[in-house]
T-cell receptor
């Protein structure tokens, strides 16, 4: 599995944007970039995913570098509810099964 | 119904006990998953069932025995576990190839082995 590198932790103030970087220099052409987050005492939840182009949804935006070797998850206005571990994961779309292998993730703390 | 439901939420068992964890989804999803998560660590994939057949086993010890009786139900049978098997066990489901994005997770079953 291609690996991702994320900072261990990040802090943000409430209502400010949060930019979470992810490096994936060994990404292959068949890898999707996925982001999940895990709130305390809950299972992971899907945030967003993309292949080559930037993506937006109601939760976040995903900015993908032109060479695809890095990406950034953007939370536009952090709330206390956004405090979680954020996982950047590469998924090989050529596989028949949806196989998701989690790395260490980034722990996001939001200050009121 | 957009939920993956796991029972029980908490389970305490001895090393000689036999117990089972249960997972249900009624979204018509074609694949179901078991993950294991130790405290302050990321989830680790254990098993994947695709169309009710075991398609991925990540070299999990035989004291963990998965079962998929039908497309909505996934069990994890536990026997002769060790204290180091204490963890949060997460179930997940995936709609299938027409959905490229989302794996749906349950809230987990927290297992303590004494």
């Amino acid at each position: 599995d291609a690996k991702t590198t994320q900072p261990n932790s990040m802090e943000s103030n409430e209502e400010e944007p949060v930019h979470l970087p992810c490096n994936h220099s060994t990404i292959s052409g068949t890898d999707y970039i996925h982001w999940y987050r895990q709130l305390p005492s809950q299972g992971p939840e899907y945030v967003i995913h993309g292949l080559t182009s930037n993506v937006n949804n109601r939760m976040a935006s995903l900015a993908i570098a032109e060479d695809r070797k890095s990406s950034t998850l953007i939370l536009h206005r952090a709330t206390l509810r956004d405090a979680a571990v954020y996982y950047c994961i590469l998924r090989d779309r050529s596989l028949n099964d949806y196989k998701l292998s989690f790395g260490a993730g980034t722990t996001v703390t939001v200050r009121a | 119904d957009t939920e993956v439901t796991q029972t029980p939420k908490h389970l305490v068992m001895g090393m000689t006990n036999k117990k089972s964890l249960k997972c249900e989804q009624h979204m018509g999803h074609r694949a179901m998953y078991w993950y294991k998560q130790k405290a302050k660590k990321p989830p680790e994939l254990m098993f994947v069932y695709s169309y009710e057949k075991l398609s991925i086993n990540e070299s999990v010890p035989s004291r963990f025995s998965p079962e998929c009786p039908n497309s909505s139900l996934l069990n994890l049978h536990l026997h002769a576990l060790q204290p180091e098997d204490s963890a949060l066990y997460l179930c997940a489901s995936w709609p299938g190839p027409t959905n490229t994005g989302e794996l749906f997770f349950g809230e987990g079953s927290r297992l303590t082995v004494l």
